[in-house]
């Protein structure tokens, strides 16, 4: 197991690089500018795409808020601030005192070993997502399961419908279906010796039946298997439980800010 240090510093790399694929590869950009990171996706409502992050020294936390919002402002996107508890304490006393608005608040955990595959419910297809053809089911998932509201959801359509992000030497992502609906999926990128999982979403009415824990071990050994020697992923409240049962263990914990309307 690599020590913490070691593996904090690899989460933070993961995680940038990560959003840099998500934008570039989708059509979006990325600014680093001041100490900051200023990711953009395709479409001005994909907050999860549209994301600020600290990556290293630059201007004070005051003035590195006020350059994300002008940035943003100038490209008429929505956005939102991603901050890490163990190293933004200024950002986000700082954003705090300026009205920012924390909506979530999501555990950083990892595993250093393959896991185990969990029981396959009955009448349970799982697939590798083939970027010719699951494009529009994976962006289907993703926007129901993630986004806030109409704008959002077409944001979330937008980002995958392609397939784009869906496979390559660096990333893969899986499907799991019920009676030929697709209905859970995750996905999955590396980057050097670290793998980061994402999009696990389940739809609302295939809940509780081992759906978002099948999709997820799919991921996390494709991360080992492609080389990695410890997989990363952001829990929502939901997923906790869930990657705790698996083996995940919790390292720190992001936060997400929504800047003052």
Known sequence: MADADGIHAAYTRITLTAW???????????????????????HPNALIVNTAFRIGPG?????????ARAHYARLGYRFALN???????????????????????????????????????????LRRADPAQDGPSFAEIAATCFADDDLEAEAYRMLFVDGTLLDGPDMAAFIASVDG????????????????????????????????????????????ARGARFVVLEASPQGLPVYERLGYR?????????PPD
Request: aromatic share 4%; proline share 5%.
């Open 181 to 224: 609906q697709d209905v859970a999926a995750a996905w999955m990128t590396v980057d050097g010796r670290a793998g980061l999982v994402g999009w696990v979403g389940t739809l609302a009415d295939y809940r509780r039946r081992g759906l978002g824990a099948l999709v997820t071990h799919a991921v996390t050994n494709e991360a080992f």
């Open 20 to 42: 840099r694929k998500l934008a570039t590869r989708s059509g979006g950009a990325v600014l680093d500018q001041a100490g900051l990171m200023l990711a953009s996706g395709p």
């Open 59 to 67: 201007a004070d936390a005051p003035s590195a808020l006020e350059m």
């Open 250 to 258: 919790t390292i720190g914990h992001d936060r997400i800010w929504l």
């Open 83 to 125: 901050t890490a508890a163990d190293r933004d304490a200024d950002l986000e006393e700082a954003a705090a005192a300026a009205g920012w608005v924390r909506i979530l608040d999501l555990p950083a955990m990892v595993v250093d070993a393959p896991i185990d595959r969990p029981a396959r419910p009955d009448g349970v297809d």
